[in-house]
């Protein structure tokens, strides 16, 4: 068949492949409408359905016999810009996932319109037939509410209802009807009356008669005078103004009625600091003169600029950001995690107002829908947002900042596509031909080792601004301490501090009251019944008691009150979380006002805020919490920051584990004496010898980094070999077993050279959610050949009842 024809992506399916489709000619010619691209998003006909698509190629011919048409494009724009589709090629290429799902990635959620089934009762269908019971509950359901979609008939009936409804559709009993469905998130607006008169002389001629004749329609004018002559019908309201007036009004054509959309910005109101004067430190000048010139002459190059915590790096980011802005292009600056920076978002604020556009995964659906409006269609430059705003359709893109590059929350591990933000924002300066700049005070060690082999650029911001001290840091043993919470040195450096009214910080890693609850008598733990886990206990709050809380399902049950194994009495409650701290700190200091940020006082939206405000505000005297507290937060009062247990995560079964304990207890100690008054950081240990520890101590990284880089190198751990992680999942532990049996087979035969495959074995979560997991490790030098053999495992994976997901390059593996 002759075309032209287009390559269709449907989204919102299961299809992981591209479908083929005609294009009308009115999608081709230039006219009022808009014109079909590469990156177009078009609603098209799927089997019975209708779904929305996204255009990814152009062909001339087809070997199909029959192609159905594109019924419609259906914005004025391709939504995926060109450049952004290569990137996300590369993605479903590297990550080995379908270019489906990194597209409904690249794209805000719920925006697509798709059609799905009414069943109703055939009109002319008598029901005299016999019908089974399960047949007539369809029947009755349906006689009862007209007609109703499968899902909704699932939900009522349980699984199976589909096929019996096929079978009566079949039948001529009951009838299917396609309907469309309107997108969840659409375009807001809100109705305006404008007044029409515009001549200053009508209002002094005509309005007092109307006031006396028609006071309603007199009260609506004078408010629109007062307000520059518009106002929204829900403000007119509020003034008792209704829509009969309103009507009235515009039938005598004084008033004119119209809708205007609303941009749903959260960050409207944000109140932002003034501009920061910049007054360079030499480093800062350095690092400037090494990324500006890529900036201006838009050229691709990584710079990995390594800092001291407090050093000033989101200046550099600014002035980087404002050059950008200077040849006319637009920036995007990833950080791990909004929340839990706000004063970040402010500064950008306050610098570049309006131009900022905020991206996150916190916002409404309606909110992200907007914000990426903004940007795509060029009223917004600059977008300051989370791991999914590296997919921002910026026009013209011409930097992209990743601050705090070493953060874990970069990658995307929970589901496919699972990619580092970091490392596609590389691929995307390469692509798109502009300069990276990666930042942190601790770089991880994949990024410290490209720039050590020259890939990337390497700046180094070595003293902190106004040449401020780095916090003094003491490792206390706490096998000397006789089991109390804090040492003594710690306790004393609390009163110290609020006796002097300077603010702590105090980070505790761990959530809830005891992380586990164990028999003195057999040692049994009291453990999740879908899970294999341990269930920590947490304190009793207003209205309920204390429960037992499962941190991988969420799953609660109360606390037993004898031993589930050997049914003795005296469970007792082993280590501390951060409420057990919290507890502690208002039995032993009850004169100071604590304030908790761990996931369960954060639950609700802007709890975050609140609380950093309120310790800003000085509301606080000490801010417990989990790794939250050790993120990017900026206040000049916190003289001390002490770590309760530096313990928590060193032995976890994870390559890195002792690469995140040196980076979290880094950027926690980063945290103190960032104003006038030196800052001291106390840190309990039990185990004072480990490496991460006491390089932390000294501020070391660069020993810390390079004997860990020996230890990596040896055993072929990233950054040297690289890794990629097969998960098996199943309810059933002999079918995921044999799964993983038949994939590490199939790696092993495969002719890879130099590749090591290791397991399969039960992961380290061995069951979760009531699936048992199982997993394979496969490692090689080289990548592509690594990607290669993993393909090829991927393409053998055939057992229905065991999902499998593969997670190239993991960060986290658990
Ligand atoms: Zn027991
Ligand atoms: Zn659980």
Redesign the pocket.
């Known amino acids: 068949m002759a075309g032209p024809f287009a390559d269709i992506v449907p989204l919102g399916t299961r299809l992981d492949r591209a479908m083929t489709y005609r294009v009308p000619e009115n999608l081709l010619e230039q006219t009022d409408r808009p014109r079909i691209a590469e990156g177009s998003r078009v609603l098209v006909p799927l089997g019975p359905r209708w779904a929305t698509g996204i255009v990814v190629a152009f062909r001339d011919r087809t070997e199909l016999e029959s192609v159905r048409a594109i019924a419609m494009c259906l914005d004025p724009y391709p939504v995926i810009t060109a450049a952004l589709l290569e990137t996300c090629r590369w993605i479903a290429s590297y990550y080995l996932c379908s270019l489906r799902e990194v597209l409904t990635a690249a794209l805000p959620a719920g925006i697509h319109t798709q059609s799905n089934q009414r069943i109703s009762i055939h009109p002319e269908h008598p029901l005299n037939g016999s019908l089974t019971p399960r047949q007539s509950a369809v029947v009755s359901a349906l006689q009862d509410a007209g007609d109703l979609n499968l899902r909704q008939l699932e939900r009522r009936l349980g699984k199976g209802t589909r096929g019996i409804v096929h079978e009566l559709v079949r039948k001529g009993v009951l009838e299917a009807q396609q309907a469309m469905v309107d997108p969840r998130v659409r375009i807001s607006t809100q109705r305006v009356a404008r007044l029409v008169p515009t001549d200053p002389e009508w209002a002094t001629a005509e309005l007092p008669a109307i006031r006396k004749r028609a006071p309603k329609q007199g009260v609506c004018l004078d408010f629109l005078l007062e307000h520059n002559g518009t106002a929204t019908t829900r403000e007119l309201g509020e003034i008792g103004v209704d829509a009969r007036v309103l009507r009235r009004l515009a039938d005598r054509r004084l008033v004119d009625l119209h809708d205007e959309e609303v941009v749903r910005d959260p960050y409207a109101q944000v109140t932002s600091d003034p501009p920061d004067t910049f007054d360079p430190t030499a480093d800062q000048r350095n690092a400037l003169d090494r990324i500006l010139p890529d900036v201006k002459d838009s050229r691709f190059r990584v710079h990995l600029m390594h800092g001291v915590t407090g050093s000033g790096k989101t200046l550099v980011y600014i002035e980087a950001v404002a050059a950008a802005l200077e040849q006319g292009r637009g920036a995007i600056v990833l950080i791990p995690e909004i929340a839990l920076t706000p004063q970040t978002v402010r500064r950008f604020r306050a610098r570049f107002g309006d131009r900022v556009a905020v991206l996150h995964s916190a916002l409404s659906a309606g909110e992200r829908y907007d914000a990426w409006r903004e940007v795509r269609e060029g009223r917004r430059h600059v977008v300051v947002g989370a791991r999914s705003a590296v997919f921002a359709p910026v026009i013209d893109l011409g930097l992209i900042v990743v601050d705090e590059e070493h953060d874990g929350a970069y990658k995307q591990d929970e589901k496919a596509p699972r990619y580092s933000a970091r490392d596609v924002a590389v691929v995307r300066g390469q692509q798109e031909e502009f300069p990276v700049v990666l930042g942190s005070a601790t770089p991880s060690l994949e990024s410290y080792h490209n720039a050590d082999t020259g890939k990337f650029d390497r700046i180094e911001l070595e003293g902190r601004v106004d040449d401020r001290p780095l916090p003094e840091v003491r490792l206390v043993d706490m096998r000397q301490e006789g089991g109390d919470l804090f040492s003594t040195a710690l306790r004393q450096a609390i009163q110290d501090r609020l006796g002097r009214d300077e603010r702590i910080i105090l980070l505790q890693n761990r959530r809830g009251y005891a992380p586990f609850v164990q028999?003195?008598?057999?040692?049994?733990s009291q453990e999740c019944a879908s899970c294999q886990v341990t269930l920590t206990y947490h304190a009793p709050r207003a209205g309920s008691d204390g429960r037992m809380v499962c941190h991988y399902c969420g799953r609660t049950e109360p606390r037993a009150p004898?031993?589930?194994?050997?049914?003795?009495p005296g469970?007792r409650l082993f280590g501390s979380g951060t409420q057990r701290v919290e507890e502690a700190l208002a039995e032993r200091f009850p004169e100071a006002r604590v304030l908790r940020m761990d996931v369960d006082s954060t639950s609700r939206k802007g709890s975050h805020e609140r609380i950093l405000d309120a310790f800003g505000a000085g509301e606080a005297d000490i801010l417990l919490g989990t790794q939250m507290v050790a993120k990017g937060l900026d206040f000049a009062g916190v003289t001390l920051v002490g770590v309760i247990s530096a313990d928590t995560g060193l032995s976890l079964p994870d390559f890195r584990a002792g690469e995140r304990t040196f980076q979290l207890l880094t950027q926690v100690a980063g945290r103190a004496g960032r104003g006038h008054t030196p800052g001291e950081v106390i840190i309990q240990t039990y185990r004072p010898e480990e490496q991460p520890l006491l390089c932390a101590r000294t501020h070391d990284y660069a020993t810390y980094v390079s004997g860990e880089l020996q230890t990596r190198e040896a055993l072929g751990y990233p950054p040297f070999g690289r890794m990629t992680l097969f998960l098996f999942r199943g309810p059933q532990e002999r079918d995921v077993a044999k799964a993983a049996g038949e994939c590490a087979e199939t790696l092993r035969s495969s002719d890879s050279e130099g590749l090591e495959v290791l397991g399969p074995v039960p992961a380290p979560l061995a069951r979760l959610q009531g699936h048992y997991r199982w997993q394979v490790i496969a490692k090689s030098f080289s990548a592509q050949r690594l990607n290669k053999a993993a393909r090829h495992a991927l393409e053998r994976h055939h057992r229905r009842a065991v999902t499998l997901s593969v997670d190239v390059d993991p960060v986290s593996m658990l």
């Open positions: 028999c003195t008598e057999c040692g049994v004898v031993c589930p194994s050997c049914r003795a469970l």
